[in-house]
């Protein structure tokens, strides 16, 4: 990046485009593991490769993260900065189907994980491009993607090494199930949806022939109905208690229970218990041993239980059932009601309890040990552990890891067909696939039966991306063993709020069984990013640009900028205004650095050297330097005290308050008359020191922010004289220390005076720099002290 890198006026595409080629020709945040600062390491989200709409949402989490790293890079620390890809799971085999308008049930698997492997490959690039462009320092020499063999091998290890602690078990139970994606689900999985329906009263009858009436959203599942519950203590339904009623359309008969936890205030107070609608129904069923009328099949359709209802949807069968209701008399009346469904969250599909054989990792009587993990935790802001908290303590079950999908990591076990003994694969041949690879042994060692049945399913992907905190350490290496061992627990996850539940809680899971510690030290969490009106950005509603567009448009500094305008933890709107105040920001130290180049010229390098140096033994600073030296280092305090409490906004508003209110607007202004002089005198060198210490320092403390046009000016202005390959490897700012003292009181009265001097000229219509022949100060100041300060500030001639 040299003198001729750009013209006179700011141009971020060459500017960012020559950085970038100088990191990469550099190195420059590549991980070096022989390096003996201490590690920090950062387990950063791997984004689904399947989007395909990239947008300002993605840009605001990834680069707040960031920040962190780049600042922390700069605090002498040796950073892992790694970027991984999830491209396991049901988004991309969505993604898949829709892209190429197959259904993955009526091709052969083998084609359709080519498929899947092709358009990871193709998302990845475009993920890499993007965060190329936006500056995000990865070392993309240790990337991992959580299909990847050395993925397979640590998400298999981990399952093994918790099956023998006794944390996985496998089990035929109802289970949450989306029979659109087919596959079964974890209670992480769900999202609240809320959805208008109908109240159907419908009458049961009775074992006198009385009408017995309900009240239910679902009439679909009458015929799984298997008993009918009333409050011990409602008197409508006493009698009722110990006998039996026949549902609607039915033959079969059901037992009439009493329960202390039905309310006798919701519908009728008479309440049918299915198998099973939802928890509710399943609770009553586990307690009081009811018969199973599992009616929901996989496919989402009914079976031979349904009667003539056999062989339709659910909602055909809903609308069947209620049109045959009305014709029978027993649909008394409905209701319009708006309820809050659980839906899967990768396709909106109401969930069902379906009987299935499933694999499950033991956490629901464990809340305990989650929240005791979850308090040993740095989260930053302290209020995101609440979110953690109140997941923990609303588990109801355990968690189910197993997904019948076709592109996954497979589960390393195979079962003897005789007695159903597991059999896991030996770690030293992992990764496995069980439906490819043979089992690791020729028999059952219970029954030394030889029929061995491979297992079948994959794991949810959150089992193996769970596994990151200790997967990153493989990037490295056991045979760098010493920063092996310390590379976990790592020190930073950064994620969004709405995974803590999922990538955060199972990460704890992971570590807890596997290890028995916390998986990361601090937790950093991100907001969302909206659209202008403050909607979530989606590729529904189409309310946004992408991201290459922005980037194109504006810069990726000025993009970055705007990704500050939100704090920690909240979410942001895309503002185009607060954009342009990036750019507006860029373009002043564009600007401010060819000011200085241009007063660097006249000096030889030995003197340029010597005003690089320790203003410590400068005797000839004057009051506007100590002035804005002292500023500086109050704003080099706070900044680094918010950047070490991840407060990157309060950083960039402390930065920002002291470049533009202190430094730009006045401390350049005070010093041109100084620099003006032809001769250099201690006056003018003192100016131009303070001027290139000062503003080397902002350059820095902006760096970690706006990473391009600080690069740029480092090279233009600084790198001459200090040894850094670049600005992002600089130490941070530290307090400068300096000759002399001042009087700030007696300053802020000659700032007030220059501002009211200020105010006339622009009330008059006069510049700034156009000189008057007199003015008399209404401003209280020592003009023995300040008089020729203000004047030659100001271009007064006579100030009384």
Not at 230 to 252: E, M, N
Not at 552 to 560: F, M
Request: hydrophobic letters at 35%.
């Amino acid at each position: 990046m040299t003198k001729k890198s750009t013209d006179s006026a700011y141009q971020f595409e060459v500017i960012e485009n020559q950085a970038r080629k100088l990191w990469q020709k550099l190195k420059i945040f590549k991980f070096n593991p022989q390096k003996k600062q201490p590690l920090y390491v950062v387990d950063t989200p791997p984004p689904y490769v399947s989007a395909d709409h990239l947008h300002s949402g993605h840009i605001m989490s990834y680069a707040q993260a960031e920040f962190i790293v780049r600042y922390k890079r700069m605090r002498g620390f040796n950073v892992f900065y790694s970027m991984g890809f999830d491209d396991n799971g049901l988004p991309t085999e969505r993604f898949v189907e829709k892209k190429y308008q197959i259904n993955k049930n009526k091709i052969s698997k083998s084609k359709f994980i080519k498929l899947c492997l092709k358009e990871t490959e193709i998302g990845s690039r475009t993920y890499k491009k993007l965060w190329d462009n936006l500056g995000i320092s990865v070392d993309w020499s240790k990337t991992y993607s959580t299909i990847s063999p050395i993925a397979q091998k640590i998400s298999q290890w981990s399952l093994i090494d918790l099956n023998k602690k006794g944390g996985l078990y496998q089990k035929q139970v109802p289970i949450l199930w989306c029979t659109t994606c087919r596959t079964a689900i974890a209670q992480a999985d769900l999202e609240d949806k809320e959805q208008a329906s109908k109240m159907n009263y419908i009458d049961f009858q009775g074992q006198k022939d009385q009408k017995l009436t309900i009240a239910t959203t679902r009439p679909e599942l009458i015929p799984a109905c298997v008993a009918l519950y009333v409050h011990p203590k409602d008197k409508r339904y006493a009698d009722l208690i110990g006998s039996s009623a026949t549902p609607a359309l039915c033959q079969h008969q059901v037992p009439i229970k009493a329960n202390p936890n039905v309310d006798p205030e919701k519908g009728t107070g008479l309440i049918m218990v299915c198998t099973w609608g939802d928890v509710e129904d399943l609770e009553k069923w586990r307690l009081d041993k009811l018969p199973t009328r599992s009616i929901i099949q996989e496919n989402g359709k009914l079976n031979q239980l349904a009667g003539p209802y056999q062989g339709l949807t659910i909602q055909e069968a809903r609308n069947k059932i209620l049109k045959d209701l009305k014709n029978a008399g027993l649909l008394r009346r409905q209701e319009k009601i708006n309820h809050t469904l659980n839906v899967h969250e990768r396709c909106d599909t109401p969930m069902e309890l379906v009987k299935s054989r499933q694999w499950f990792i033991k956490i629901a009587n464990l809340q305990k040990t989650w929240l005791k993990y979850g308090r040993q935790l740095n989260w930053y802001p302290k209020s995101m552990f609440k979110i953690y908290q109140n997941w923990v303590q609303s588990l109801k079950w355990d968690w189910c890891i197993s997904r019948q999908r076709y592109f996954g990591v497979p589960i390393p076990v195979w079962s003897c067909q005789k007695c159903d003994h597991k059999i896991f694969a030996k770690i030293k041949d992992l990764p496995v696939n069980p439906l490819e690879d043979p089992a690791p042994v020729k028999k059952c060692p219970g029954c030394q039966n030889s029929k061995l049945q491979p297992e079948s399913d994959v794991m949810d992907t959150w089992a193996t991306s769970a596994c990151t905190p200790f997967l990153l350490r493989e990037l490295v290496g056991k045979n760098r063993q010493s920063v092996y061992d310390k590379m976990f627990p790592v020190s930073l996850r950064p994620n969004a709020f709405e995974i803590i539940r999922t990538w955060d809680f199972y990460s704890i899971v992971k570590s807890h069984y596997n290890f028995k510690k916390i998986p990361f030290k601090d937790v950093m969490i991100s907001g969302h990013g909206l659209d202008e009106h403050g909607r979530k950005i989606s590729k529904r509603l189409g309310n946004y640009q992408p991201s290459d567009r922005l980037l194109q448009q504006y810069g990726a500094d000025a993009i970055r900028y705007w990704a500050t305008g939100a704090s920690l933890g909240q979410n942001l709107r895309f503002n185009a205004k607060e954009i342009k105040k990036g750019r507006k920001t860029a373009i002043k130290l564009f600007n401010i650095n060819k000011f200085l180049s241009i007063h660097l010229e006249e000096l030889s390098q030995k003197h340029i050297k010597s005003i690089s140096q320790n203003l410590n033994q400068n005797k000839d600073l004057e009051p506007a330097d100590l002035w804005i030296l002292k500023s500086l280092n109050q704003c080099i305090k706070k900044t680094t005290t918010a950047f070490e409490n991840y407060n990157y906004a309060g950083a960039k508003n402390t930065i920002h308050d002291f470049f533009w209110s202190q430094f730009a607007d006045y401390y350049v202004e005070f010093i041109k008359y100084r620099l003006a002089n032809s001769r250099l005198t201690a006056s003018k060198k003192a100016a131009l020191a303070v001027l290139y210490q000062v503003f080397f320092n902002i350059a820095k403390l902006y760096a970690p922010i706006i990473p391009f046009i600080t690069e740029y000016v480092y090279r233009q202005s600084f790198s001459k004289n200090h040894s850094c390959e670049s600005i992002h490897v600089c130490s941070w700012p530290e307090k400068l220390a300096f000759s002399g003292r001042i009087n700030q009181q007696e300053f802020n009265q000659a700032l007030a005076a220059i501002d009211e001097i200020r105010t006339y000229k622009s009330k008059q219509g006069l510049a700034l720099g156009k000189e008057i022949p007199t003015y008399q100060l209404k401003t209280r100041v020592n003009l023995t002290k300040f008089r020729n300060f203000i004047s030659q500030v100001m271009k007064v001639k006579k100030l009384t």
